[in-house]
C-alpha cells in the first residue's frame, strides 16, 4: 500500500467516536476547502495515521463535515462494514437519524468489505454513491438493510464481479419503488438469501441479468415482496 493511502485513510473507530450516531443528522465528506463556515467545531482527528490529514468538524445541531486538510482524498479502510452503522450485537448504536450523506473527495478502491455499510439507516431518503470505487468489494450483505425511508438508489457505478456475498442486501427497503440492477455482475456471488426481503413497494424488478450458477442460498429472496 502506497504511504499515502494509510496516511489519508479514515479510522472507523474514531469516526464512530467523533461523529456519534446518536446524534449525527447529516454527514458530508470532502476537502477542507469546500468545508461551510457553520462548522465551526472541531472534533479531532480521525485518521488511521493521526496525523491531522483527516478531521472531523460539527455544526450546533448535529451536522458533520469531515475533511482532508489538504483536500485530497480521503480513503475509506479496507474493512468499511457498518461504517454509518456503528454495529454492535450487544448494544446496535444505528444512525437512524441521517438524513443526508454525501461523499465527495473520497476513495474506496481498497474497500474489500461493505456488510452493513448503511444498515439502520432508516432516515435516509436518498443516497448517491456514484464515487464509489467497488471494483475489490467481496462482502455486501446487509448493505442497506434497514433503510427504510430510501426512494432513490442509483447502483449503476457498481463493479460487483468481486462480490460473493449480497444476503440481507435491500431487506428493509420498504419506500423503493424501482431499483436497477442491470449492471449488476453475479457470476462470483453465493449468498444471496433474504435479498429483497418486505421490498413491499417495488413495482418492477429486473433480473435479467443475474448469474445465480454459483449461489447456494436463496432462500426467501422475495419474501413480502407485495
Same mark, same amino acid.
Given at each position: ?21 446518536? *446524534? ?25 495515521? *493521526? ?10 445541531? +448535529? ?52 456488510? +452493513? ?7 435516509? &431518503? ?16 446487509? /448493505?442497506?438493510? +434497514?433503510?427504510?425511508? $430510501? ?41 444471496? +438469501? ?9 413495482? &418492477? $424488478? ?12 436463496? *432462500?426467501? /429472496? ?5
Amino acid at each position: 500500500t502506497p504511504p499515502s493511502v494509510v496516511t489519508d485513510t479514515l479510522d472507523k473507530d474514531k469516526f464512530h467516536k467523533e461523529v456519534p450516531s446518536a *446524534q449525527a443528522v447529516e454527514i458530508h465528506f470532502g476537502a477542507k476547502k469546500d468545508k461551510p463556515a457553520d462548522y465551526t467545531t472541531p472534533k479531532g482527528d480521525v485518521s488511521v495515521a *493521526q496525523n491531522g490529514k483527516i478531521h472531523a468538524y460539527a455544526t450546533a445541531d +448535529g451536522k458533520y463535515y469531515i475533511a482532508h486538510e489538504d483536500n485530497k482524498n480521503i480513503y475509506f479502510p479496507e474493512d468499511s462494514s457498518y461504517l454509518f452503522s456503528d454495529f454492535d450485537i450487544e448494544k446496535p448504536k444505528e444512525y437512524t437519524k441521517l438524513t443526508s450523506i454525501t461523499f465527495d473527495h473520497i476513495d474506496t478502491s481498497k474497500v474489500t468489505t461493505m456488510n +452493513g455499510m448503511f444498515e439502520g439507516c432508516e432516515s435516509l &431518503e436518498k443516497l448517491d454513491l456514484s464515487n464509489f470505487n467497488t471494483s475489490k468489494v467481496i462482502e455486501m450483505g446487509r /448493505m442497506f438493510n +434497514g433503510c427504510f425511508d $430510501l426512494t432513490e438508489l442509483d447502483l449503476s457505478s457498481f463493479d460487483t464481479s468481486e462480490v460473493r456475498n449480497m444476503e440481507w442486501m435491500f431487506a428493509g427497503c420498504h419506500a423503493l419503488k424501482t431499483l436497477d440492477l442491470s449492471n449488476f455482475n453475479t457470476s462470483n456471488v453465493t449468498r444471496m +438469501g433474504f435479498i429483497f426481503y418486505v421490498c413491499k413497494t417495488l413495482t &418492477e $424488478l429486473d433480473l435479467s441479468s443475474f448469474d445465480t450458477n454459483n449461489v447456494i442460498d436463496m *432462500q426467501y /429472496m422475495f419474501w413480502d415482496c407485495k
